[in-house]
């Protein structure tokens, strides 16, 4: 589904991403995990067209689409939900979510779509009319979840969904992420919270100093020394 060779990044003369190279299979959740300052935002902001890159290629569903606006990315069904979760706070949660469908806008998918969006999360749907400023935390990341799934995504790519919540807020945001796997969309994950992540993740990558230093099945990656000393705080 997608497929990323050698991608290089740099902001003005510091090179952040090194020849990263990733392949994501349809239907698959694939985590990439690393520590804060890794690249894994500049990664996933490049894929969505936010950052060029220097060199390197991007495939999605066997098309290259190097270097092509977000707009014409979110066409082509891929969603990104930013680590800043870019919600209005002044709107209510409905029109967020009415904001997040501009791909296909006809006016009875719209509202098919948002009836998908409200049975996955019943809390957005009780509180519809209120300003998304005022929602929790974890609110306002189910409603950036659901704004993104307003365009019925084939691929999600989320960029730390779980920071900054609470403990309960965090297992609603996992809840939220097995369902999606139901929902037969492909997932790409970037997270801190890595025991949590690899249980819901199929694969993994590891990212260090802006170059994928590891890859492998969630269960390898949990019995590996390096993941196990470094992001899981074992020895
Ligand atoms: N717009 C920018 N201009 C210059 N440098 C940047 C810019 N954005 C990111 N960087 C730098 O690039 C490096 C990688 O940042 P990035 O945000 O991709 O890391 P990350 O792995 O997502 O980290 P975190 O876990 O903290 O979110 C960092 O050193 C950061 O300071
Ligand atoms: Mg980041």
Redesign the pocket.
Known sequence: MLKVENLDVA??H?Q?LRSVNMHIKNGEIVAIL??????????L?SVMGL?PPKAGKVFYQGQDVTGLPTFQLSRKGIAFVP?ERNIFPAMTVEENLLLGAYVNNVKSQVNANLKDVYEMFPRLQERRRQLAGTMSGGERQMLAIGRGLMNKPHLIIL??PSMGLSPTNVLIVFETIKNLITQEVTIII?E?NVNATLAVASRAYV?EH?SVVMEGTSETLLSNDHVKKTYLGLN
């Open positions: 902001y003005g510091l952040v690393g520590a804060n300052g890794a690249g894994k935002t500049t990664f902001k950052v680590e960029d730390e970037v801190q990212m802006g």
